[in-house]
């Protein structure tokens, strides 16, 4: 009913900055939180950033005031803007978003994910 589809994802060097976008598409009411976490080779999941109905914006620690969540409703869009690039953000990047697909019934969605590469 419901697809995330992330873009935005490739290789750059220490330092530099990528934009990721999740467009979400199907049958959506409405949509409340939409966010972003990231998983490296042989580590878990994590959670990198959220944008909430409201603007209530939530970092991780290890990529706060570098990355900047953005969200444009009009098109059902997330973006992830990450600036000062470090090895460590070295991961699979995947949107999720909790859709009300009808009035009072949510559900989580996550896309396939978005590879992004940090290295010299």
């Known amino acids: 009913q419901v697809q995330l589809v992330e873009s935005g994802g490739g290789l750059v060097q220490p330092g530099g900055s990528l934009r990721l976008s999740c467009a979400a598409s199907?049958?959506?009411?409405?949509?409340?939180?939409m966010g972003w976490y990231r998983q490296g080779s042989g580590k878990q999941r994590e959670l990198v950033a959220f944008?909430?109905?409201?603007?209530?914006?939530n970092y991780a620690t290890s990529v706060k005031g570098r990355f900047t969540i953005s969200r444009d409703n009009a098109k059902n869009t997330v973006y992830l803007q990450m600036n000062s690039l470090k090895p460590e953000d070295t991961a699979v990047y995947y949107c999720?978003?909790?859709?009300?697909?009808?009035?009072?019934?949510?559900?989580?969605?996550w896309g396939p994910g978005t590879q992004v590469t940090v290295s010299s």
């Open positions: 199907g049958s959506i009411f409405s949509i409340d939180t």
């Open positions: 944008d909430a109905t409201g603007g209530n914006t």
């Open positions: 999720y978003a909790t859709v009300e697909v009808v009035r009072g019934s949510k559900y989580h969605y």
